[in-house]
């Protein structure tokens, strides 16, 4: 505890002329990166073969797992998608089953790295030139002191900048001020933007990830114009079993509704035979 004679006073003057304009500049950097991630952003252009492969992977799933058509229809159609799978008949680029793809030589894999690429420009110009702003004017101001205590490993994410060992560990530092922010003002983006918007650094930070030839590498391998995908997918087809749900013993149902009488009775007792 910091005794009454040795507490800090911080001049109000800081609050209105670096805490606050810090804050400020950062939302509005948000925005503006926000309404310019919007701008670059390019529609992704499918063609027919593109549409078709997908639409093909959609319905092996829906029929593995559906439950409301008969036994006979739900074979025919896993055998014609099992055979068209295997012959490869759906995919983008057949020829590409029996080599490895290159991402380099792929023009969607192409575009989505130029688009990381533009996104990461967004990310990384304007926060560099405002941490370059706050180092140069406001290097080694306190601006503010946390209203709950803390351990001394939060002093080196607290206080960058001062170089103290003395100081207590709530009180927050410019440069540490602007990550907090940086990690923190989601929330607002999220009010003043909608849910889906770009102007969060974090959400930036984790698309870098992009940059990584190795994931990019495999993410197009994985993508739907892999052969590895129908392989799985007839896999998961070779092994689905019927099963019913609403339709099982619909016709005893009927029986008893509208038969009644010895109908009624001789369907209660084809029922309790097959179960």
């Keep these: 505890m910091v005794s009454q004679d ?4 911080l001049d109000p003057a800081i609050r209105d002329w670096v805490l606050m304009p810090i804050m ?3 939302i509005l950097v948000g925005i503006l990166r926000h309404f310019a991630t919007q701008l670059i952003n390019t529609m992704p252009k499918s063609t027919l073969k593109d549409i078709r492969q997908g ?14 058509i008969p036994e006979h229809a739900f074979e025919t159609r896993r055998q014609f998608l099992m055979d068209a799978f295997e012959k490869n008949e759906y995919m983008k680029n057949p020829d590409a089953a029996t080599s490895t793809p ?9 575009a989505n790295m130029m688009e990381g690429l533009k996104k990461n420009m967004l990310m990384f110009v304007p ?3 405002i941490m370059n702003w706050i180092t140069f004017f406001f290097s080694g101001f306190i601006l503010i002191k946390l209203p709950f205590p803390l351990t001394l490993r939060f002093k080196a994410m607290l206080q960058s900048g001062i170089e103290t060992r003395d100081m207590d560990v709530t009180w927050v ?7 907090l922010n940086l990690m923190g003002l989601q929330s607002i983006f999220t009010i003043i933007l909608g849910e889906d918007n770009a102007a969060g650094g974090m959400r930036d930070m984790q698309s870098m990830q992009q940059m990584n030839p190795a994931m990019m590498a495999a993410g197009a391998g994985a993508s739907p114009d892999g052969h590895a995908l129908f392989k799985s997918e007839r896999e998961s087809l070779a092994i689905s079993q019927h099963t019913t749900l609403r339709l099982r013993g619909a016709e005893l149902r009927v029986l008893e509704l509208f038969g009644g009488g010895a109908d009624g009775a001789a369907a209660r007792r084809l029922n309790k035979k097959k179960v």
């Excluded at 992977?57 to 797992?65: A, D, N, V």
């Excluded at 290159?102 to 192409?110: E, G, V």
């Excluded at 530092?173 to 990550?179: A, D, E, K, R, V």
């Design 6 to 9: 040795n507490a800090m006073y």
């Design 24 to 26: 400020a500049a950062m």
């Design 55 to 68: 639409c093909a992977l959609i319905r092996s799933r829906q029929l593995r797992f559906t439950t409301d």
């Design 102 to 110: 290159n991402p380099m030589q792929d023009p969607a894999a192409m």
């Design 127 to 129: 926060q560099t030139i």
């Design 173 to 179: 530092s410019s440069l540490s001020w602007y990550f």
